[in-house]
T-cell receptor
Framework: DTEVTQTPKHLVMGMTNKKSLKCEQH?????MYWYKQKAKKPPELMFV???????INESVPSRFSPECPNSSLLNLHLHALQPEDSALYLC?????????????FGNGTRLTVT | AQSVSQHNHHVILSEAASLELGCNYS??????LFWYVQYPGQHLQLLLK??????LVKGIKGFEAEFIKSKFSFNLRKPSVQWSDTAEYFC???????????FGAGTRLTVKP
């Protein structure tokens, strides 16, 4: 079982809805990540937080809004999504953003936008 | 920015066959290389990693990978696969100052019992 917990596991939302994805880790990691994975594709980096500050935003549309309230929690706020945003959203954490530290992934939230 | 290529999209093997999955990366500086596995319905798990030292890296479940700098490659190997190795395998690379890990397209391995 993974030590990175993501909720909910599944989410169906309409294009006018506002929802949030949540991620939690208690390994003392100081870097947290959001990835998006479409079917039969690799995970694509969206955001990186280091010590609760946003350090990388991979030109993600503003309808995705990340938030890191503290070192253990990472949220992804969703608003006015499109059907093509349907995907598996993966949260990950690592000790820090040093490039040799591996990522620990959650099970993901499978999002369907109708 | 770094990038990763995995040439095999789907590999089908019988149990006890040997496995080699290709991974090539593109990056001008020092890189760190990883192989992750995603079993059906499960989260991505680290198989092994390389960032310095011995270019032959041993990971979990009998997997190993060899970093060949001159070929920009980090191929994954296992001498004898089992049915339980059926999964998606991703090669990943990061470099620079941030842990902006990039994944290859993945290779689906099917092991027939």
């Amino acid at each position: 079982d993974t030590e990175v917990t993501q909720t909910p596991k599944h989410l169906v939302m309409g294009m006018t809805n506002k929802k949030s994805l949540k991620c939690e880790q208690h390994m003392g990691h100081r870097a947290m990540y959001w990835y998006k994975q479409k079917a039969k594709k690799p995970p694509e980096l969206m955001f990186v937080y280091s010590y609760e500050k946003l350090s990388i935003n991979e030109s993600v549309p503003s309808r995705f809004s990340p938030e890191c309230p503290n070192s253990s929690l990472l949220n992804l706020h969703l608003h006015a999504l499109q059907p093509e945003d349907s995907a598996l959203y993966l949260c990950a954490s690592s000790q820090d953003v040093s490039t040799h530290t591996p990522l620990h992934f959650g099970n993901g939230t499978r999002l369907t936008v109708t | 920015a770094q990038s990763v290529s995995q040439h095999n999209h789907h590999v089908i093997l019988s149990e006890a066959a040997s496995l080699e999955l290709g991974c090539n990366y593109s990056y001008g500086g020092t890189v760190n290389l990883f192989w992750y596995v995603q079993y059906p319905g499960q989260h991505l798990q680290l198989l092994l990693k390389y960032f310095s030292g011995d270019p032959l890296v041993k990971g979990i479940k009998g997997f190993e990978a060899e970093f060949i700098k001159s070929k920009f490659s980090f191929n994954l190997r296992k001498p004898s696969v089992q049915w339980s190795d059926t999964a998606e395998y991703f090669c990943a690379v990061n470099g620079g100052n941030n842990n902006d890990m990039r994944f290859g397209a993945g290779t689906r391995l099917t092991v027939k019992p």
